[in-house]
């Protein structure tokens, strides 16, 4: 290992922490089989992602795809099967699906991947109790990190909430793949692209309008202490990036 080398590893199945010589991982009992690097030959888990000394992209071995994770929403064991060109995680016990973060954004560029889940997943997610509430929303921890994911609206338009772990990926209840790559296939990112920039346009409008007002309006927490000129280069530099 190398000076800096991290002193624990990371479990491939559910991301805890874990010595580089356990044999299972304390927290979902996974096997751990300990391997070389093969770009640095530092000590690496079978069946990470990454090597966590120097970064290297390791390759998943046919014995990775035997492994299980924990299932977010059931904690039922997760597989890894192949869609298509996608390579997916399915809990078999609640239809959970976890897709990497770099498969899933290739996926939205990707009309024959589409195509073929969508003929893979055409199973409806179960409609929500009519007496259901805010607080009854149960936030999920990640299969990679174990940090409770976030709750966003796929494309702010689609009205699909997915649970999302920025930067490892993204899990959906039964049924929200398929809603998910419908709105793609609907054009449903370019609605929201759309909508994005309309939203900046309106942004802008109002400030060129606060500019334009006496002296004295603009106070110093409008735009959480930025002036006006700041938050007018602010805007044109986003509303450029969509052009």
């Not at 899990?171 to 909508?195: N, P, Y």
Request: charged share 20%; with cysteine.
């Amino acid at each position: 290992m190398t000076e800096n080398a991290p002193k624990t590893l990371n479990c491939p199945s559910c991301g805890a922490p874990a010595e580089p010589g356990a044999a299972r991982c304390e927290y979902c009992h996974s096997t751990l089989a300990a391997v070389g690097c093969p770009s640095c030959f530092a000590v690496v888990f079978q069946g990470a992602a990454f090597c966590p000394h120097c970064g290297t992209a390791l390759a998943r071995s046919p014995q990775t795809d035997q492994q299980t994770t924990p299932c977010p929403a059931c904690r039922g064991a997760m597989h890894w099967v192949k869609v298509g060109s996608t390579d997916l995680l399915e809990c078999p016990a609640c239809d959970g699906t976890w897709l990497e973060a770099a498969t899933f954004a290739r996926l939205c560029a990707d009309r024959e991947g589409q195509a073929a889940l969508l003929q893979h997943d055409p199973s409806a997610p179960e409609p929500a109790p009519a007496s259901q509430k805010l607080t009854d929303v149960h936030y999920r921890p990640c299969p990679r990190c174990g940090k409770l994911m976030n709750r966003m609206n796929f494309g702010r338009l689609s009205g699909t909430v997915v649970d999302v772990c920025r930067g490892h990926g993204t899990f959906l209840d039964r049924g929200e793949l398929h809603q998910v790559v419908q709105f793609i296939l609907d054009g449903g990112l370019d609605r929201a692209r759309q909508r994005e920039r309309d939203d900046l346009v309106e942004q802008q409008r109002r400030l060129l309008n606060l500019q334009s007002a006496p002296s004295g309006i603009l106070t110093s927490d409008t735009h959480a202490g930025w002036d006006s000129d700041t938050l007018q280069h602010f805007l044109s530099a986003l509303l450029l990036r969509f052009n």
